[in-house]
């Protein structure tokens, strides 16, 4: 499964409510926790494999989550600075602000419903990849100008790697 890579449109749309969990919806879901392993990735949104719907699947530090249409409920006013990386943006990473703490909500693929609480890189990591079904990606929480230089490296890398 390959992971799609900015400036693909797909990681820029707002991603749809999933409904009923059938057997498709497992398998997807299953593609996307290999993806993440495959990619060593800590989360993975399904618009980062070209699906434009609300799940996101979480790795970080020994906890694994995959959550059916995640609501970020609460942030802490606290914020954190951390070296942050995309696996929709390979080879560029940057400092970035987030809330040192995040609480998510969703529903799990046995239909219950779950609340995480996390710190740290797991907050971090909830709050990045929800920010995926919204359609934004990490580099736009940086200033502009250094959003450029990122941009540019990006540009640079990429246009090397042709
Ligand atoms: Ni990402």
Do not use: W
Not at 2 to 20: F, N
Not at 93 to 116: C, M, N, P, Q
């Amino acid at each position: 499964m390959e992971i799609c890579t900015y400036p693909d449109p797909v990681l820029r749309r707002k991603a749809e409510p999933v409904g009923k969990v059938d057997e498709g919806l497992r398998k997807l879901c299953e593609r996307m926790v290999e993806t993440m392993i495959r990619a060593d990735g800590v989360g993975l949104a399904a618009p980062q494999i070209g699906v434009s719907k609300r799940i996101i699947v979480l790795d970080v530090d020994g906890e694994f989550h995959i959550l059916i249409n995640p609501e970020l409920v609460s942030t802490s006013p606290e914020t954190e600075e951390f070296t942050e990386g995309c696996l929709s943006v390979p080879g560029v990473s940057a400092t970035v602000k987030r809330s040192a703490e995040a609480t998510v909500e969703g529903t799990t693929l046995d239909g219950s419903k779950v609340r995480i609480t996390g710190k740290g890189l797991l907050a971090r990591a909830i709050q990045h990849e929800i920010d995926h079904l919204e359609g934004r990606l990490f580099i736009d929480r940086l200033s502009p100008a250094r959003r450029e230089s990122i941009r540019k490296e990006y540009e640079r890398n990429r246009r090397e790697k042709k």
